[in-house]
């Protein structure tokens, strides 16, 4: 069965204090991997898409990175407005669905 | 603009009634798709179509059931037989076999039983 595990479940950093949020996952044959931002009380916002090994996308503050067993959202020199829960999820070569981690809560302090 | 819009943002469900939650999209998108998130927990699959007049079993399906008659919209309805449905409830649409832009997700709608 698919599955993601995403670390820490929580992180709380400075303004300008760079780190990384872990995704790992098992699936029979990846389609795709995605990285999601939600902000409370609403719907996730798309970030990035990833789909081999070695890739990287980068967006702003972000960078993410792709290896067979897991990804990276690197956030470098993050600010308050970062604040928010990051969400991975993988689609399997031949699923029509994603599967979702249970997220990584981001607290920024100015 | 295009986007997905979800309706109620609050829904109160009392014991033993059934409640339908509204989705509609004008992305012009032909997979739709529910999901339902819980505190501490990924978003699960509910149920998802790729074809108008047609859908398929997520997850945890149970006690939930879903139609698709347009393109544009994909309603849920929280049926008696569900026993826990207090839960924020997702909405996405996407494109067949593009990736690219992954899922779109509507603003959801929170369900509470009272």
């Known amino acids: 069965e698919d599955q993601v595990t995403q670390s820490p479940e929580a992180l709380r950093l400075q303004e300008g204090e760079s780190s990384s949020l872990n995704c790992s996952y098992t699936?029979?044959?990846?389609?795709?991997l995605f990285w999601y931002r939600q902000d409370p009380g609403k719907g996730p916002e798309f970030l990035f898409t990833?789909?081999?090994a070695g890739e990287e996308k980068e967006k702003e503050r972000l960078k993410a990175t792709l290896t067979k067993k897991e990804s990276f959202l690197h956030i470098t020199a993050p600010k308050p407005e970062d604040s928010a829960t990051y969400l991975c999820a993988v689609q399997a070569e031949f699923n029509n669905d994603m599967r979702f981690g249970a997220g990584t809560r981001l607290t920024v302090k100015p | 603009d295009g986007g997905i819009t979800q309706s109620p943002k609050y829904l109160f469900r009392k014991e033993g009634q059934n409640v339908t939650l509204s989705c509609e999209q004008n992305?012009?998108?032909?997979?739709m798709y529910w999901y339902r998130q819980d505190p501490g927990q990924g978003l699960r699959l509910i149920y998802y179509s790729q074809i108008v007049n047609d859908f398929q079993k997520g997850d945890i399906a149970e006690g939930y059931s879903v139609s698709r008659e347009k393109k544009e919209s994909f309603p849920l309805t929280v049926t008696s037989a569900q026993k826990n449905p207090t839960a924020f409830y997702l909405c996405?649409?996407?494109?067949?076999?593009?990736?690219?832009?992954?899922?779109?997700f509507g603003s959801g709608t929170r369900l509470t039983v009272v």
């Open positions: 699936v029979s044959g990846l389609r795709g």
């Open positions: 992305l012009n998108h032909d997979a």
């Open positions: 996405a649409s996407s494109s067949l076999g593009g990736l690219d832009y992954g899922y779109t």
């Open positions: 990833l789909y081999s």
